[in-house]
């Protein structure tokens, strides 16, 4: 019954691979989002998604593809990894409207070797 | 955009004393302004929220205050205990769906 689910928690991986993130909620919310909290635990948004359709794309290199099939699932494909990669992704939704609050995920720590 | 300064950084303080975070924010059109607790090897907890049509809102231990001429809001936690220790997020935004823009976050460590 978790509310905002990601997978894996956990991703080791080399340098220059491809690697997938995955994000589910079954709250009903319909936006989503991706952030990155660096080593210094900033907070910084990637990505919205609100009922499908990309919102929001910050200041991101394009080796960042954000997928959303449904409201319900955004996922975040990285290609070409760097080392500058390394950090933990959190999968947030929320409701736009009077009752505006965010759920975030458990997080993915990603590091790349 | 939206710029969001929380301060202190860290704040350690002796069990049962308050405990003070502050945020300033730079966009007059924010509306929304959430505070997250996140412990460690978690996610982001929303602990507690105002809207910019309150001046205050208190939770137990917890209370919230929004000053929107000043743009600044802040956290209070009173007789704080051990488990309060976390990493503390302040965020803005506006409710047209805009995304949380985060503070720097504090580190606050509650010794007994």
């Known amino acids: 019954d978790t509310a905002v689910s990601q997978t894996p928690k956990y991703l080791v991986t080399q340098m220059g691979n491809d690697k997938s993130i995955k994000c589910e909620q079954n709250l009903g919310h319909d936006t989503m989002y991706w952030y990155k909290q660096d080593s210094k635990k900033f907070l910084k948004i990637m990505f919205s998604y609100n009922n499908k359709e990309l919102i929001i794309n910050e200041t991101v290199p394009n080796r960042f593809s954000p997928k959303s099939p449904d409201k319900a699932h955004l996922n975040l494909h990285i290609n070409s990894l760097e080392l500058g990669d390394s950090a933990v992704y959190f999968c947030?939704?929320?409701?736009?409207?009077?009752?505006?609050?965010?759920?975030f995920g458990s997080g993915t720590r990603l590091t790349v070797v | 955009g939206e710029n969001v300064e929380q301060h202190p950084s860290t704040l350690s303080v002796q069990e049962g004393d308050s405990a003070v975070i502050k945020c300033t924010y730079s966009?007059?059109?924010?509306?929304?302004f959430p505070w997250y607790k996140q412990e460690l090897g978690k996610g982001p907890q929303l602990i507690i929220d105002?809207?910019?049509?309150?001046g205050e809102k208190k939770d137990q231990r917890i209370a919230v205050t929004l000053n929107k001429t000043a743009k600044h809001f802040s956290l209070h936690i009173t007789e704080t205990q051990p488990e309060d220790s976390a990493v503390y997020f302040c965020a803005a935004s506006n409710q047209a769906g805009t995304a949380l823009i985060f503070g720097k976050g504090t580190t606050l460590s509650v010794s007994s």
């Open positions: 947030a939704s929320g409701r736009t409207g009077a009752n505006y609050g965010y759920t």
């Open positions: 966009d007059s059109a924010s509306n929304y």
């Open positions: 105002i809207r910019s049509n309150v």
